[in-house]
């Protein structure tokens, strides 16, 4: 059986948010600025945060840029159980918010009701063409991915995601980093098996 090594990047909770919902949060014609780069070409965190209004707590989550077409959020089930959210959201793969929980989005000058947007994100690696190409990967195809140390795991349904604007990175996030004692830039193993295909994606 093959491996292949991945970088780990970890993945806090976040939002990214559409040119209307930002202009609704912060006025009409605000763009983001950005705070830092992060490790996918052309994303960034941005400088603004927005708070995130839970049944029970809130939370300040830092919005990730540049906008898109449709706002979503993205939480560890950690923060989903400390907002009181009702409904656990499903895990998916970002863009796929059909049938998801919404949430209200508290910005400086205004707030929003989403009635759709907040997913648990499936555990995927960013993989370029030509590394897909030399590993034999097909898009939406499921691995394992194994991580070395004192709190050793296998993680099963990783999703494989293609793209020529990725850059090779395996993301999890807060909670699956906490347990398996990773961070950013530590070093994962991809295990090689038959493709397979998720059923719901």
Do not use: C
């Amino acid at each position: 059986m093959r491996e292949a090594k991945v970088p780990i990047g970890v993945s806090a909770r976040h939002v990214h948010l559409s040119q209307e919902d930002l202009e609704r949060l912060f006025g009409k014609g605000y763009e983001l600025h950005p705070y830092k780069p992060l490790s996918q070409p052309g994303q960034y965190a941005a400088e603004e945060e927005v708070e995130l209004i839970g049944p029970k707590r809130s939370l300040k989550v830092r919005i990730l840029g540049p906008v898109r077409k449709n706002t979503q959020v993205e939480l560890a089930l950690t923060d989903v159980i400390y907002l009181g959210l009702p409904t656990i959201p499903p895990v998916r793969d970002s863009g796929d918010i059909e049938g998801t929980p919404g949430i209200k989005i508290k910005g400086p000058l205004g707030e929003i009701e989403l009635t759709k947007g907040v997913i648990i994100a499936w555990r995927h690696i960013h993989t370029p063409k030509n590394i897909a190409e030399e590993l034999g990967f097909v898009d939406k195809q499921l691995v394992k991915v194994r991580v070395e140390g004192i709190r050793a795991v296998i993680f099963e349904n990783v999703l494989i995601r293609i793209s020529d604007k990725f850059t090779w990175e395996f993301h999890i996030d807060t909670d699956e980093a906490n347990a398996a004692f990773v961070k950013n830039g530590d070093t994962a193993t991809v295990i090689f098996e038959p493709a397979k295909l998720p059923q719901s994606i």
